[in-house]
């Protein structure tokens, strides 16, 4: 890691999560079970089985998430997602493998989580191999197991509401299904009359890739492994966090034919997500080969971040 990038891993100072793991864990308990239909592993439903029902997300949720999401809220407006786009889009920060991602994501977030020793490795097979039992693509494995590098903002700069945190449009009004809607009362684009149209500065139909998405990193490993996955893998890793679409059926307006077709694959995910993690370690020396093909496969050599 270079000297640069040692200085920009500590902690920004606008942080209020103790990690990653912390909102990660807020949404588990928001959403304790899949949706109707969703595929649920045996390993899966063990977890599962742990919970205990739909949660009271305001009354549980912790200070620290409380004020991640106050400041998602009020900094997520269209001009910033615009101006971080074409930052990011460059794609101009540095040029590393998979492998590299996941070992330079390890040194921000491997000791964050107070409740759980597994480092982002062990995420990452722990997602990939449920994937994998439940007999699902080979490009299907490969997104569950890198779905969070895009997190690697965090090294270049950015503060957590900006790097993760519940997906949503801007532009547009804000959904009163949005976690904690409440504090976007203070978001600058509450006051642009253009935005609060109906369909905001959209037309009905005109389809996700049309609409400016919170930033976060959903969107920033799009960027990074848009021109190497196929476009089922890449709704997911571009959408996997919109849970007021898939998971509160908000802003299906915005949906054309492509959007319906292809959003199958990120409700499909979404266990996935959500309910992969335990205690359980998977076999690294055994799995880790086949891991390694699969990013050959499709991601091979250095990409650019």
């Known amino acids: ?163 993760v945190g519940d997906t949503f449009p801007l532009g547009c009004p804000f959904s009163d299904q949005i976690v904690f809607p409440e504090f976007f009362a203070e978001n600058p684009d509450l006051k642009v009359p253009e935005y609060q149209r109906p369909h905001g500065i959209y037309e009905p139909g005109c389809g996700l890739d049309k609409a400016f998405m919170s930033w976060g990193h959903d969107e920033y490993l799009y960027y990074v492994t848009r021109d190497y996955l196929p476009i089922e893998a890449q709704y997911i890793i571009r959408y996997h966090s919109f849970y007021p679409l898939h998971r509160e059926r908000e802003y299906l307006w915005l949906l054309n034919e492509q959007d319906r077709k292809h959003l199958k694959w990120v409700k499909a995910f979404n266990p996935f997500d959500l309910y992969s993690k335990g205690d359980a370690k998977p076999d690294a020396e055994k799995c880790l080969p086949y891991y390694r093909e699969l990013v050959e496969e499709y991601l091979p050599g250095r990409l650019k971040w």
């Open 1 to 163: 890691m270079t000297d640069a990038l040692v200085v920009s891993a500590h902690r920004n100072p606008t942080d209020t999560l103790s990690g990653f793991e912390e909102w990660e864990h807020f949404m588990e308990e928001r959403y304790p079970t899949p949706l109707e239909g969703q595929i649920v592993p045996p390993p899966m439903q063990r977890t599962m089985q742990r919970r205990d029902g739909y949660r009271d997300y305001r009354a549980e949720a912790r200070p620290g998430v409380k004020e991640f999401y106050r400041l998602n809220h009020i900094h997520q407006t269209l001009d910033l997602v615009k101006a971080k786009q074409k930052d990011f889009g460059r794609l101009n920060r540095k040029e590393m493998s998979v492998w590299e991602a996941i070992e330079l994501l390890d040194t921000i977030v491997d000791d964050s989580d107070p409740d759980n020793e597994n480092s982002q490795i062990w995420h990452a097979l722990q997602s990939g191999e449920a994937a994998r039992e439940a007999g699902l693509p080979r490009w299907f494995v490969l997104t569950t197991f890198i779905h969070d590098l895009g997190k690697v903002l965090c090294c270049f700069g950015e503060p957590q509401w900006a790097v």
